[in-house]
């Protein structure tokens, strides 16, 4: 089973929205950090948002907050990015990723996590 799978990607205008989604599997996802990175061409990643699977406080970029929403359905071990008023600045690939203790203070470095999702493209025109 693949770790982590992202999907729900697609092309908008500018205040449009949309909502990925990452499926993890069983054993991804229990209690565990799931980030959401993004990432454009010539570009550093980028961290958006960490909701942690056993519950707490779920963490936001500023360039997102009170725009993008993270949530979780532990049912189908699945957690979500619902982007709202997407603008230009929003297009790129976006990744989503586990790791066990990644939902701290750090939780935006890379390096907290320890597997990775293919991406999944957001593109938004003005």
């Known amino acids: 089973q693949v770790p982590l799978v992202e999907s729900g990607g697609g092309s908008v205008q500018a205040g449009g929205a949309l909502t990925l989604s990452c499926a993890a599997s069983?054993?991804?996802?229990?209690?565990?950090?799931i980030g959401w990175f993004r990432q454009t061409p010539g570009k550093e990643r980028e961290a958006v948002a960490a909701?942690?699977?056993?519950?707490?406080?779920?963490r936001y970029a500023d360039s997102v907050e009170g725009r993008f929403r993270a949530s979780r359905n532990d049912l189908k071990t699945t957690v979500y990015l619902q982007m709202n008023d997407l603008t230009p600045a929003d297009t790129a690939m976006y990744y989503c990723?586990?790791?066990?203790?990644?939902?701290?203070?750090?939780?935006?470095?890379?390096?907290?996590?320890?597997?990775w999702g293919q991406g999944t493209q957001v593109t938004v025109s003005s």
């Open positions: 990723a586990s790791g066990r203790w990644a939902c701290g203070p750090n939780w935006s470095l890379e390096s907290r996590y320890d597997s």
């Open positions: 069983t054993d991804t996802y229990r209690a565990c950090c």
């Open positions: 909701i942690y699977t056993g519950g707490g406080a779920i």
